[in-house]
Every structure is written in structure tokens, then in C-alpha cells.
């Protein structure tokens, strides 16, 4: 049941290395993610849930919206 041993710092110095990369790659690379983060569909789809989701928002009151507020009209058009 003693004092336990103080643990002895050690110094060290973390180095990141990255390797050098080819400049064709990441020309491929940032075009690649420019087409996949620019993205956006042209005419997006209403999805609508399930029936059981619907009976399931609709008994928690989550579904007391009203449908002809003109602050939601442009969402159903």
C-alpha cells in the first residue's frame, strides 16, 4: 500500500510526414470532389415517408401543420 512511483515525461517530438503526391492525382482529386460537393439536382422529388411514420408524427402532434401557410408555400409547389 505504498506512494506509487512518480512516472518519468518523456520528451517527444510527433512528425507528420506526408509523402509527396502526383500533381496529375490531385488535379483528379479536386475535380472529382468540385463535381460531387457542387452538386445539386435539377428538379428534386418531394419524398414522402411512410404511413407508419405519418401515424407515428401525427400521434406525438408533430404533424400539426398547416398546409395553406404562406410560409410554406413555396415547399409545395
Known sequence: MGNKPVKQEREEILLKVVPPLDRAY?????????????FTPRKPRAVTP???YIEYMRL?????VNLDDPDL????K
Open 26 to 38: 490531385v488535379r483528379w482529386l479536386t475535380r472529382d470532389l468540385e463535381r460531387i460537393h457542387g
Open 50 to 52: 411512410p404511413d407508419h
Open 60 to 64: 406525438n402532434g408533430w404533424l400539426d
Open 73 to 76: 408555400a413555396h415547399l409545395f
